[in-house]
């Protein structure tokens, strides 16, 4: 089975397409599912969760037979802590693990964070990559996804009215849409032909988490003297005596072989003149710089979101968070146009807000990654940014750069809170984000005086005049982003059809 390439837009949501005949077709497979998202990496288990909140029937395929072992300790973000908290989440999330300050992320600039971050959750929360995968399957699989382990999607052809899916042992599964969560290898992008121009790895580096057999003190006096030279690696202590250690991978070991304890040791030993006694690895691996974007996210019913659609270097950690919060923009919209009330643009609105938001990340890898090269110039360059960093401003600019909290989509004129996520704010019921725990949108309302009218289906209403705003009301979308700032019920309701389409009544 190959993929199908098709020009033809999903049909006119006039009709919901949950419409049970809408969609089926003579001679095909039935719809048994809305949507099949190949993958469950942290990606696709946030989508699954996100379309779940709208009672939309999903089947998660994922490849391996048991969830990865792998233990990465990945950093959490402001932004994608926002996003737990919003799904009440966070509580149970935070317990698995270690808090750590918000600064010091860019290019590893170990510049402390400016007072008075913008977020309510102003820290980074260091967890392992396969308890965050863990607890977003949970999450999913509570809300009544359904996921199937030691199934690869191997092809696929859609049509005017869904997606047949073929899995690796022949078996085809019938769905209105397929998302490929699949990672940076992804076999939907292949299939769908969809470019993913970039730029190729140049550099390999060593990553893993190990015990040491000398004190701190010697690590640290080793790591300043070595930055003097021309040569780099790191060694960050995460408790309990184990340390993250990378090094340049260049001359050891092969590049398609898992790397060895004897690999670190070499490098060290090249680099530091001692291997500091490194013993016990946890985990070990190996990663590129690779950096390419998806020319589309969208192909009619098929679309890709995550690893599967951007891949850049690990620094500053934010592969993971732009995946989740790809996840959290795509879902409410694509269960939108399931249940029928989307409005026509609103799931291309996917790409148009999330493709520019990972060009940034790219663009700021690289210029980390620069920020990390040896060479003279650049270490002329970093030393200034260095200085520059010491003004809140940019510090804080920078800041907001990694953990997105910074985002501004373009949702046409007007104040500058438009189209920005809004913080979590204290209003009179408590927090304003445990009351988006299901996903629908919130009309934050100081006047008293607006409705939601016939969106009361989709968009809840909170009449607070105490909230802690300085505009008069606010609409939120279901992923905390402001649609619309005013006190005026006529352009409301104008904003509230653009964003949640026709009344109900
Ligand atoms: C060294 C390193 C450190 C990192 N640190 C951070 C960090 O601190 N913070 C951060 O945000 N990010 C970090 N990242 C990036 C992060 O790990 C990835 O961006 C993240 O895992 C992407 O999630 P995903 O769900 O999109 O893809 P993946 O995690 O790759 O998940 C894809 C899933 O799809 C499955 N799959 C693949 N093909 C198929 C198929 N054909 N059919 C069905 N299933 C399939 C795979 O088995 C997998 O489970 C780091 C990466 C590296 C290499």
């Not at 039935?30 to 990496?41: E, K, M, N, Q, Y």
């Not at 966070?90 to 600064?103: E, F, S, T």
Request: hydrophobic letters at 40%; proline letters at 6%; glycine letters at 10%.
């Amino acid at each position: 089975m190959h993929s199908q390439q098709v020009t033809a837009e999903p049909p006119s949501n006039a009709r919901a397409e949950r419409d049970s005949t809408v969609g089926e077709v003579p001679g095909v497979l039935p719809l048994t599912f809305d949507v099949i998202i190949a993958g469950c990496g942290p990606t696709g288990a946030m989508l699954a969760a996100e379309l779940r909140l709208h009672d939309v029937r999903v089947l998660v395929l994922e490849k391996e037979t048991e969830p990865t072992s792998f233990v990465r300790i990945v950093g959490l973000h402001m932004r994608s802590l926002e996003l737990m908290a919003m799904r009440g989440l966070l509580d149970r999330i935070v317990q698995h693990g270690r808090q750590r300050p918000a600064g010091g992320f860019f290019a590893a600039i170990p510049k402390p964070a400016p007072k008075g971050l913008d977020s309510a959750y102003a820290y980074l929360l260091g967890i392992p990559q396969p308890v965050i995968e863990r607890l977003l399957e949970e999450h999913a699989l509570a809300l009544g996804a359904q996921v199937r382990r030691g199934c690869a999607v191997t092809g696929f052809e859609q049509d005017d009215h869904g997606v047949t899916v073929e899995l690796a042992d022949g078996q085809q599964l019938r769905s209105r849409y397929l998302i490929g969560c699949d990672g940076a290898r992804s076999t939907v992008r292949k299939l769908l032909g969809v470019g993913f121009p970039g730029e190729p790895s140049r550099t390999q580096t060593l990553m893993g988490e190990m015990e040491v057999g000398v004190p701190q003190e010697e690590i640290i006096a080793k790591m300043t003297e070595v930055r003097e030279t021309q040569q780099r690696f790191w060694l960050r202590p995460f408790g309990e005596g184990v340390y993250s250690v990378l090094v340049p991978a260049a001359g050891v070991s092969d590049r398609t072989e898992p790397p060895t304890l004897e690999d670190f040791r070499q490098q060290l030993r090249t680099i530091a003149g001692t291997d500091f006694g490194v013993h016990s690895p946890r985990w070990m691996s190996r990663f590129g710089d690779a950096t390419r974007l998806a020319e589309r996210y969208r192909v009619g019913r098929v679309l890709l979101a995550g690893d599967a659609a951007h891949i850049h270097p690990p620094i500053g950690g934010q592969g993971l968070n732009l995946g989740v919060q790809d996840a959290f923009n795509l879902g409410w919209k694509l269960a939108a146009q399931i249940r029928g009330w989307a409005p026509d643009t609103l799931l291309d609105t996917y790409q148009a807000e999330r493709h520019p938001v990972a060009e940034d990340v790219l663009d700021n890898t690289r210029a980390q990654t620069e920020l990390l090269s040896t060479e003279p110039g650049a270490q002329a360059v970093r030393r200034l940014l260095t200085e520059l960093m010491d003004f809140d401003e940019v510090n804080r600019h920078l800041i907001e750069k990694i953990t997105a909290i910074g985002i501004r989509y373009d949702f046409g004129e007007g104040p500058d809170l438009l189209g920005r996520r809004l913080r979590d704010i204290d209003v009179k019921q408590g927090h304003l984000y445990g009351l988006l725990h299901r996903g629908r949108g919130l009309l934050l309302d100081r006047t008293e005086r607006l409705t939601v009218g016939g969106w009361s289906d989709r968009v809840d209403h909170l009449a607070d005049p105490t909230a802690d705003l300085d505009v008069p009301c606010v609409l939120l979308r279901p992923d905390g982003h402001v649609a619309w700032i005013g006190d005026d019920q006529h352009d409301l309701d104008t904003h509230l059809s653009r964003w949640f389409g026709k009344p109900a009544n």
